[in-house]
């Protein structure tokens, strides 16, 4: 059974720096890694996407890596902005397109003026 | 960019009813998800749903819960007899084979 943990629970930086999240899973057998931005009481953005073969996927500032060996991910904010202020969270996704994916506990992050 | 649509957007329900929650995925994915929220809580597994029939789900997907494809476009979720534990924000979600899942708004279930 897939277990993502994700640390710290929240998390306070002054705008403009770069900042790491960190997603940790307990199957390395894993199909895909997904991240997502939640806002407060909104729905499940999609950010950003690594298939298990990949290594890193890069969107504008964001940067997500995906360690497999180590059962690790990693989205990296570049020069942080206080838009950028929300929930973020990691899914690991199971083999085949059915499959569930399961979510960590999320990041909350503050970008502060 | 096409996306995934729920209502409705919240709901308030006493307790014991049925509630029908709806969405319509995007139109060329195969796969469906419906995932639920309670309020500081992780995002949680609910069922999954592929060529017209549920292909896996949690335990928290009891006889209480059902879902369906009604048609070409519309996947519900069912809940029949409300309980105060299933408020939540229910999402529903779609994908095409093992690609990136795209969520929907949410749906608030509130059961008072």
């Known amino acids: 059974k897939q277990e993502v943990t994700q640390i710290p629970a929240a998390l306070s930086v002054p705008e403009g720096e770069n900042l790491v999240l960190n997603c940790s899973f307990t199957d390395s057998a894993i199909y895909n890694l997904q991240w997502f931005r939640q806002d407060p009481g909104k729905g499940l953005t999609s950010l950003l996407l690594?298939?298990?073969?990949?290594r890193e996927q890069t969107s504008g500032r964001l940067n997500a890596s995906l360690d497999k060996s180590s059962g690790r991910s990693t989205l990296y904010i570049a020069a942080s902005q206080p838009g950028d202020s929300a929930t973020y969270l990691c899914?690991?996704?199971?083999?085949?397109?059915?499959?569930?994916?399961?979510f960590g506990t999320g990041t909350k992050l503050q970008v502060i003026p | 960019e096409p996306e995934v649509t729920q209502t409705p957007s919240h709901q308030v329900t006493q307790m014991g009813q049925e509630v029908i929650l709806r969405c319509v995925p995007i139109s060329n994915h195969l796969y469906f998800y419906w995932y639920r929220q309670i309020l500081g809580q992780k995002v949680e597994f609910l069922v999954s749903f592929y060529n017209n029939e549920i292909s896996e789900k949690s335990e928290i997907f009891d006889d209480q819960f059902s879902v369906e494809r009604p048609d070409g476009s519309n996947f519900t979720l069912k809940i029949r007899s409300t309980k105060l534990e299933d408020s939540a924000m229910y999402f529903c979600a779609s994908t095409e084979s093992g690609n990136t899942i795209y969520f929907g708004e949410g749906s608030w279930l509130t059961v008072v």
């Open positions: 899914a690991g996704g199971g083999s085949g397109g059915y499959q569930k994916v399961t």
């Open positions: 690594i298939q298990s073969s990949q």
